[in-house]
């Protein structure tokens, strides 16, 4: 009898012995499927998050283009107050007023956007590729450099800009024509996209204008 007791006795802790191994390995296990559940969990928020984030810098891009392509627009359309107000810091308080050539190059402008790339100073450069007159190659074939440029009474200045104008009526062939490739470069003004000018992006509005005053400027340099 005592030995019979003693036996169930020991099962009776071996059952318990097993009962708590069990319930060790399902804590166990639970907690493992907890922490599986927190780490997936946090690996998803964080791919969410890089999601919105890539999809914010996207539309910020997309705003930049757009902006881009609203200044082209507005120069196409020489309208200056609108160029002036997507002008960053407003050209610096000088409204833009459309001289005579700056009408001419507005007619005969057009343009491709192309990609945009926010830097780490949080400024943006958007691509583009602008078709404008090659004043250069115009002014080669059919005036003086130096003449047009120094001319006092502006008579040569009339004169060419007659010449522009009149292009197609003077059997003088296609309008010589360039492609500018440029960097419009964007910064933030009060969460809006605004423009800043520089001389790449003055070259292509103006067809060439900068790169002609400039090989002027060293010719006349180097003639004194």
């Known amino acids: 009898m005592k030995k019979t007791e003693e036996k169930v006795g020991g099962m009776y802790m071996k059952g318990k012995?097993?009962?708590?191994?069990?319930?060790?390995?399902?804590?166990?296990?639970?907690?493992?499927?907890i922490l599986f559940i927190f780490v997936v969990a946090g690996l998803l928020n964080k791919r969410a998050e890089k999601k919105r984030e890539e999809a914010y810098e996207q539309?910020?891009?997309e705003e930049a283009q757009g902006v881009c392509e609203?200044?082209?627009?507005?120069?196409?359309d020489k309208d200056g107050e609108m160029l002036t107000r997507l002008l960053?810091?407003?050209?610096?308080?000088?409204?833009?007023?459309?001289?005579?050539?700056m009408k001419i190059t507005a007619d005969?402008?057009?343009?491709?956007?192309?990609?945009?790339k926010k830097h780490k100073d949080g400024s943006c450069w958007v691509s583009v590729e602008i078709t404008n007159l090659d004043l250069p190659t115009i002014t080669e074939l059919e005036i003086e450099k130096k003449t047009y440029l120094k001319?006092?009474?502006?008579?040569?200045?009339?004169?060419?800009l007659h010449l522009l104008s009149d292009w197609d009526t003077k059997n003088l062939g296609?309008?010589?024509?360039?492609?500018?490739?440029?960097d419009m470069l964007l910064k933030e003004e009060n969460l809006q996209w605004r423009i800043e000018m520089t001389d790449e992006l003055s070259d292509a509005l103006l067809g060439g204008y900068v790169e002609l005053y400039s090989e002027v400027v060293k010719e006349l340099e180097g003639a004194q």
């Open 70 to 76: 609203e200044f082209l627009n507005a120069y196409q």
């Open 59 to 61: 539309k910020t891009l």
């Open 108 to 116: 005969h402008l057009s343009y491709e956007i192309g990609k945009a």
């Open 174 to 182: 296609e309008m010589p024509m360039k492609t500018y490739k440029a």
């Open 151 to 160: 001319s006092d009474s502006g008579t040569a200045l009339n004169d060419f």
């Open 17 to 33: 012995k097993q009962e708590r191994r069990t319930r060790g390995v399902i804590l166990t296990i639970v907690l493992l499927l």
């Open 88 to 101: 960053w810091n407003q050209g610096y308080g000088e409204p833009v007023k459309f001289s005579e050539y």
